[in-house]
């Protein structure tokens, strides 16, 4: 072997190694400031005002959120969790979110509750979830023996709603109710130009897995990821959002993708006999409530101007959709839900503290129980209809 290959070999062979060292350094890099940033996060966000006074450990709260953030894959609606068990929060063996003060009986009436991370229930423990609220005011203070089920799932936007109760349906399963409580994830994806409106969270990255070989590769290493990680942390190469002259088209867009769903959940409701409720939901951009220091430096720090104005335009737009058309007769703006609440309530742009969730909840039960004395769904059973009829003969 010559000394022009033996040098050859040697600058590849400290070539490979250096790579070796750098990708190593970058995996033990990103794993110990991921770690330190979720810690300085939780301590954030356990310290926050709307938490004072909280009958449990905030800390303990967002650690087991860290904890039980294990995701897999499911047909349709790209993802799932994993069961977990916690002291605050708990995931059962479907991967949804426990819901506490159900109805133990053998006959109740079958409520599923559909959304995102607000429904899910970030930033709150089990029983302080808007679905463990909801089933607590419709058997203690309705009489009516319930079962609600909590489909949500963090940062699902309507259309994975949509698929999410097909495949529901699909298993034999049949709702009395299903509610649907969303719209903020449809404008933030519609926001970030994630490929059109009615794209779901994360579509750039599972698109290159199909799209590109080299992609998923090279997104795989430490290297990689420690640079999209810095980048992200500094702002570097963020999207800014819509730009002003495009929110008006965006967030049509994403609003009538959304009315369209709700149509699409009427449709299924007609066909299989539920009752159909859909929910545009409240965000910190949206609310007219008096802002705590805390919430106005979350707006002003975490908000961009191009969300608020896609959301703002969105809202918007719902409203005039569902203004004196039978269609919409099933949705409901609930956007403005904490115009008098002076207390902080609001954990970043859109998650609220469980004491909130119940607001959410007690005019959740007020607009089903106009729906369901209006008509009640076709497959509730004898039991529960006399119980439906006993609740709507009470004065409200």
Known sequence: MGDRTKSALAVVGLCVLAVLVVELLARGAIFAEAHLFSAGVTEKKADLPAYKGADYDPKVLYRELA???????KPYVVWGRKPFNGTLININESGNRVTLNNSSQAETLQVWTMGGSSMWGYGAPDNQTIPSHLAGLLNLKWGVDTQVTNLGEIAYVSTQDVFALI???QSGKRPDVVIFYNGYNDAVSANQ???APGGHFHEPIIRAKYERVLGPLVRSTGTFRLVDYLMRRTGVGRSRGTAPEGVPKVADQAADIWLENSGIVAAL???????????????LALDAKPLDESERRILDREVSKSESEVLRHMRSRIREQ???????????????????AATPIYLDAVHITGSANLLVAERMSAILRDELCRQTPANVSPPIKMQLASACAKPK
Do not use: K, T
């Open 193 to 195: 130009g994630v490929n």
């Open 167 to 169: 495949r529901e349906l």
């Open 67 to 73: 904890e039980s953030d294990r995701i897999v894959y």
């Open 269 to 283: 409701g007609a066909s299989y006999g539920f009752a159909p409720v859909v929910m545009f939901q409240p965000a």
């Open 322 to 340: 569902i203004a004196d058309q039978d269609a919409y007769r099933h949705v409901y703006d609930l956007s403005d839900s904490f115009g008098g």
